[in-house]
C-alpha cells in the first residue's frame, strides 16, 4: 500500500514508512485517512493518507500476491497496461467536443494522494500557542462568553490542562491572569509582583513541565483599576513613556520567574526596545519578545473582556491600538518593532485581518504569529452549537488559512481540540 506520511505533530517522532516497525497498528479514521499509532504510547498517532480510495481505481488488479507479482515479472510476464476506460456521464448529458484546453488545473487535484503532494501549507500542533486564563480559586470556571474555556485554578487546572494539550503535541502556553479587584491599581503595581499570580504559575509549571514554552502577556489592563493597557492621566490620556517603564519591570519578572518568551500587547511607542534593554540589563539575554505589532482596537476581544473582567472603565483603546480601517500604518509599526529588537511579529485579530498578516510576511523575515482572539473563537463555537456550520472543520479551515496567509504560530483558544483532530483524537 503506497502512503504519504502527513508531517507529525510536535510531540512525537518520525515514522519513515508504513512498514517500518516503529508503528504498531492501523486505525482507519475515514475512507483515506489512517493513523499509524506508535509503540509503547498511549496517545502518538501519525495521520497517514493512502494513495487512493477503491472508488477512484478504474484499473482491475489481477489479484496476484507480491510474490507471484514478482515471480511473473522475473519470468518475463508483465500485467496488461490497464484498458482504455471511459465512464459514461448520466442519461442526456450533452456530447460535445472536448475544449481545447493547455491547462486543467482539476489534473493535480483528481486524487488524494495528488491532494496531499500538491498541498502548499501544512497544519500542525507545534504551530499552536494555547492561550490559558487562570485564577487565585481552585475550581475551573467556566466562561459564559467562551463555549469550552475556563478560568483554570493555577495549581490544579492549568496543570491537568497543560497535561493534556502537551499529549496532543501543544507546547506551548501563553498565560492570562484574572486578578482580583482588591489588587488592581492605577499604576497596575501588581503587574510586577514576583508573588503574584503569573509569577508563581510560570514557576509552577516550569517545575512539572520544565521542556514547555511559556509565553506571557505584557500590559497593565488585568491589573488596571481602569480596566486600561497603560496608566491613565486625570484628563484620560494614556501615558505612554511612565507605562512603558512600569511594562519593563513587568516582563523583567516574568522573566525572573522563568518565561521565555515575553508578549508586550499594550501597543505603547518604544515599549519593545525598553524591554529588550531592561531584560538585558537583568541577564535575560536569552529570553525574546513577540511583539503584538498590529493589534487593532477591535470589537471582537468582547468574550475575553469578560473572562477577565477587563472591559475599560471609560472610553476605548482607540489612542493605542490600531484603527481598523488602516492598512499601512502596520508597516509603520512592522518597521518599529524590527528595529526596536523583537524575536516575533504579531497580528491580532486573526481571520477578519488576513491581510495584515500578509503583509508583514511580505515585509519582514521574522516570524509572524496570528491571534485567533476570543471573539472569533466564540463566533465559530456558537454557530456549531446551533448546527448552522460544521464547528470542527470551520475550525481547521479558519487555522489553515492564518497559517497560508503567512503567519508561523497561531494564538488559539482552539489549541487543544484542533490538536486533538490533527492526531486522530476527535471529541477531546
Ligand atoms: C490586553 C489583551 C487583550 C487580548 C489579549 N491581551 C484584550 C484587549 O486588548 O482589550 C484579547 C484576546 C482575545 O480577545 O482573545 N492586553
Redesign the pocket.
Known amino acids: 500500500m503506497a502512503s504519504i506520511l502527513s508531517p507529525a505533530p510536535g510531540n512525537v517522532g518520525v515514522v519513515r514508512s508504513i512498514d517500518d516497525k516503529i508503528y504498531v497498528g492501523l486505525r482507519p479514521l475515514s475512507t483515506r485517512t489512517y493513523v499509524a499509532v506508535a509503540r509503547g504510547s498511549k496517545a502518538r498517532p501519525f495521520a497517514v493518507v493512502r494513495a487512493s480510495s477503491e472508488k477512484e481505481v478504474s484499473v482491475k488488479s489481477s489479484g496476484l500476491s507480491i510474490e507471484e507479482c514478482e515471480a511473473a515479472a522475473v519470468a518475463g510476464k508483465f500485467p496488461d497496461p490497464p484498458p482504455l476506460y471511459r465512464p459514461q456521464g448520466p442519461k442526456g448529458t450533452p456530447v460535445v467536443q472536448p475544449l481545447p484546453l493547455s491547462r486543467r488545473p482539476r489534473r493535480n487535484r483528481k486524487s488524494p494522494a495528488l491532494r496531499a503532494a500538491f498541498q502548499e501549507t501544512t497544519l500542525s500542533p507545534s504551530n499552536f500557542v494555547h ?1 490559558l486564563f487562570i485564577h487565585e480559586g481552585e475550581e475551573d470556571v467556566p466562561i459564559g462568553a467562551m463555549p469550552g474555556c475556563f478560568r483554570l485554578g493555577w495549581r490544579h487546572g492549568l496543570l491537568e490542562e497543560v497535561y493534556k494539550a502537551r499529549d496532543v503535541g501543544v507546547n506551548s502556553f501563553v498565560l ?1 491572569p484574572k486578578i482580583p479587584d482588591a489588587l488592581k491599581s492605577q499604576t497596575g503595581d501588581e503587574a510586577y509582583n514576583d508573588n503574584g499570580l503569573v509569577p508563581r504559575a510560570i514557576r509552577l509549571l516550569k517545575d512539572k513541565y520544565p521542556d514547555i514554552v511559556i509565553y506571557t ?1 505584557v ?1 497593565l ?1 488585568p491589573y488596571s483599576s481602569d480596566g486600561h ?1 497603560g496608566i491613565v492621566r486625570e484628563d484620560g490620556v494614556i501615558m505612554n513613556d511612565e507605562t512603558v517603564h512600569q511594562l519593563c519591570r513587568q516582563a523583567v519578572s516574568q522573566a525572573r520567574a522563568g518565561a521565555d518568551v515575553v508578549s508586550p ?2 501597543m505603547m511607542d518604544g515599549r519593545i526596545l525598553a524591554i529588550r534593554m531592561a531584560l538585558d540589563a537583568e541577564g535575560f539575554h536569552d529570553v525574546s519578545i513577540m511583539s503584538y505589532t498590529a ?1 487593532y482596537a477591535s470589537a ?2 468582547g ?3 469578560e473572562a477577565l473582567d ?1 472591559n475599560p472603565r471609560f472610553g476605548d ?1 482607540k489612542t493605542y ?1 490600531m484603527n481598523p480601517a488602516n492598512y499601512r500604518e502596520a508597516l509603520v509599526e512592522t518597521e518599529a518593532d524590527e528595529a526596536e529588537g523583537a524575536d516575533i511579529l504579531l497580528v491580532k485579530p486573526g481571520l477578519p485581518y488576513l491581510d495584515i498578516i500578509r503583509l508583514l510576511r511580505d515585509s519582514s523575515s521574522l516570524p509572524i504569529a496570528a ?1 485567533q ?3 472569533e473563537y466564540s463566533m465559530i463555537k456558537a454557530g456549531g452549537v446551533l448546527k448552522m456550520i460544521d464547528e470542527e472543520k470551520v475550525m481547521m479551515e479558519s487555522l489553515l488559512c492564518l497559517r497560508r496567509a503567512g503567519a508561523d504560530i497561531i494564538l488559539t483558544y482552539f489549541a487543544r481540540q484542533a490538536a486533538s483532530v490533527l492526531c486522530g483524537m476527535k471529541g477531546n
Do not use: I
Open positions: 492561550p492570562f502577556d500590559a489592563d493597557d500587547s499594550d493589534k471582537f476581544y468574550p475575553f473582556r477587563s483603546k491600538q491571534y482572539v476570543s471573539g
